[in-house]
């Protein structure tokens, strides 16, 4: 561990003196520092990406993760905007001719009568740096049309260009061609390993509870690593430090409740989110009902739950530290029990209890620093648990004996994180903005084993934990080299140690903007990534049979080189619009042998996995609107996706299962006053690719030479196309402020037109002889495949109530 910290102070120190030296060589000696925080005037949240700049020279900076910002400028007049997307533009004047320290709180519009919400330039997308990112309000995250009313974050995004759904109704995220497990999702900081509800198709992340959502496809900072496809990062709120408040919502599904306010007023704050199924409770008196008459009383059942939590500590002006944590269960099951009136004294009376539970724990302490007015580092310690357990529990009891005997089995699967990171912000100069800090995770992996307890002995089988160790370190610079230019340009290194063997990735990051107009940039970006943990599935869905494994000597890294290019331009200060195109290649993909089976577990993962290449490439348009009575987005992707394995498809290339060639997507959203609210999204997309059954020929049985088999022939590997699937939704909300509280009633329609979209082919052989496709010769009997679309939902209405106080 001495050695990583020596490590650290040698790699980031060195960019870091150099970058000081030079940012002192070019400030004349009169030169003087504005920090503070910029936060919520009704909350005190700290904003993220609030921007601040002198109206007379136009140099200028914004806040970072924490609400931070530090701006140094010459001594003399200033005049100073601050301004944030929402809220009221501030504007403050004075003498600079010393450092000063300046926390802003910004005025959100909705507190306001009439206001005039401008953004500045550097906050629009034009003057950014970054390239391949996605912003989305919480507000338009809640006023979306969501399945059976349930607001899902993850779903919003699927409704961005260059991101795909894995079928009708998941949340899972297909990024630019990527597969599920190349998404690193954040909250707070931690990794969530499985995003999932109700088997994929609700998030975990209750909305009430998330205070800024950032989504990276592409141009990935130096900061940014450990997936090959997407960054997800999804911050907290931080509780109201000045009122106590709640807001909560009763639907179909689920209910949730989310309360916040001060412990101590301007010191110390918290939050507290909570959301359950009642689908188990609401089914419990007919399931009684179909009991009846029966021998046995079986009980069937779902539910999940989730809880966020999150306090925060100011304890002094330079210091804060916050303390979140996350916990959220799935469990399905059903038990069963024999009656007692249908059975004499002496018979054997049995019950059991099957199911499949699976479900995420995550955990943050969080400790910010201001060290100078130009340095800010951020020191966290995060841990995060994922585990699945497909059990079976069964009880015979003999009244002859007089004893019970206990048979149980458990499939226990997951991964355990215990990590630490490091970050430092550096702001010399308007020209510079340095970012440098380093990160461990200790890593346990648990592939998949088998628990048998007979009478109560205990016996295990199947794979071994594997514990593993995963480093780096990372510098990197956003320089404004002249008006027009701007470029970040930043090294990452990661190392990856398992079983004695250790991996090492250098990954260079560089992306640049150049101003053609004041509202019309250019941008392009280059960016390779590493990634040292894979997921092996063989669903659709992101289900919780899904196994996390690692980088092994028998399995290597994931890399991914990744070149977008592009034109981004702001419109009358509402609306931002961008053109990017992009090429990115992966290898080490990953994905199961022929025939394997995640439950096998007299082989090793290992020896189940083939390992090939992966390539991407296509065009983005967005446009969106985030402000106004009138806002949302129009998508478009054109994209092309495919995988190479020497052991699948006769070593040739094949398709991705989700190369969607277009992919449309339409969100609107309209205020009329104060009280009521329609929302509608339309999408569409290319059919997804599958493997079908093509035909049936004779074959002679190995084993007994005399017996002939049917054998069936497939396309080529995802060779055809299901039907191109599209759906309109909506949702009208109607508000009403009461002296206490304010209470909506959200209606909406999911698949309005009830289009009747595809989510798997199933194939059937008849036998007839008058209608053939193929002919078997040994039978004289002709073979005819039925292919048949089966459609998951309908047009589905919804109704939930939401209540603020």
Known sequence: MCRFYAFLLLFCGVPFALCAQSAERQLPAQKYTISGYMRDSFSSENLIGATLYNRSDKLGTSSNQYGFYSLTLPAGQVELVYSYVGYATQTRSFMLDRDVVIDVDMVSSALLEEVVVTTRKSDQIQDRTQMSALHIPIAQVKAIPALLGEVDVLKALQ?????????????????????????????????????????????????????????????????????????????MKEGNMQQFHGEGSIGIVASRLTLEGPIFKDRTSFIVSARRTYIDLLARPFIA??????????????????????????????????????????????????????????????????????????????WNHVFTNQLFGNTTLTYSRYRMNIYMKQWEKSPMENAEEYFGMDYLSGIEDWSGQMAFDYLPSPNHYIRFGGNFTFHTFNPGSIGVTDETIPVDFGGKKTRTQEYSLYAEDDIRLTDRLKANAGLRWSMFG??????????????????????????????????????????????????????????????????????????????ELSLEGYYKTMSNVIEYKEGASVFDVHSQWEDK?????????????????????????????????????????????????????????????????????????????????????????????????????????????????????????????????????????????????????????????????????????????????????????????????????
């Open 498 to 575: 398992v079983r004695g063997e250790s991996y090492h990735a250098l990954q260079p990051r560089l992306s640049a903007r150049y101003l053609l107009t004041d509202d019309l940039s250019a941008k392009a970006a280059y960016s390779r990534m590493a990634q040292y943990v894979h997921l092996l599935t063989n669903s659709n869905l992101g289900m919780p049979t899904d196994l996390w494994v690692p980088t092994t000597d028998m399995l290597s890294p994931q890399y991914s080189d990744q070149v977008a290019a592009g034109l981004a331009c702001n419109f009358r200060s509402e609306y």
């Open 289 to 366: 009902a179909a009991n009846a008459g029966e021998s046995q009383n079986v009980i069937p059942g779902y539910y999940f739950y989730d809880v966020n939590a999150k306090i925060n500590h100011r304890i002094s002006a330079n210091d804060c530290i916050y303390l979140s944590a996350y916990m959220g269960d799935d469990k399905f099951y059903v038990k069963s029990e024999d009656k007692d009136d249908e059975y004499s004294a002496s018979t054997t009376k049995t019950k059991s209890d099957v199911g499949l539970a699976w479900g995420n724990i995550t955990g943050a302490f969080r």
């Open 609 to 805: 996995v083939l390992q090939g290449e992966g390539r991407s490439y296509g065009m983005e348009f967005f446009a969106q609107k985030k402000t106004g009575s009138f806002t949302g987005w129009i998508g478009y992707t054109l994209s092309w996706s495919d995988r190479q394995f020497e052991a699948l498809n006769h070593g040739k290339r094949f398709s991705y299962k989700y190369d969607r060639r277009h992919d449309i997507s339409v969100v609107l959203m309209q205020k009329f006053g104060k009280r009521v609210e329609i929302s509608g999204t339309w999408v569409f997309g290319s059919g997804s690719c599958v493997t079908i059954p093509v035909g049936v020929f004779d074959a002679t049985d190995p084993i007994y030479p005399d017996v002939q088999e049917d054998v069936t022939a497939y396309s080529e590997r995802n060779g055809y196309r299901m039907a191109p699937y599209h759906r309109l939704d909506l949702s009208v909300s109607l508000i009403k402020k009461k002296r206490l509280y304010e209470r909506r009633w959200i209606f909406g329609v999911f698949n309005a037109y009830n289009r009747r979209n595809p989510y798997y082919i199933s194939a059937t052989k008849d036998y007839k002889s008058d209608v053939a496709d193929f002919f078997a010769p040994d039978t004289g009997e002709q073979t005819r495949y039925y292919y048949r679309q089966v459609s998951l939902f309908p047009i589905i209405p919804s109704i939930s109530y939401q209540f603020k106080f």
């Open 159 to 235: 409704l961005m260009p260059g991101i795909q759904s894995g079928g009708e109704g998941s949340s899972g995220l297909y990024v630019r061609g990527g597969g599920p497990d190349q998404n690193l999702i954040l909250l707070d900081g931690v990794p969530v390993y499985n995003a999932s509800h109700l088997f994929g198709f609700f998030s975990v992340f209750n909305a009430d509870a998330i205070n800024n959502i950032e989504l990276l496809k592409g141009g990935f900072p130096a900061r940014h690593g450990g997936r090959i496809s997407s960054v997800i990062d999804i911050s």
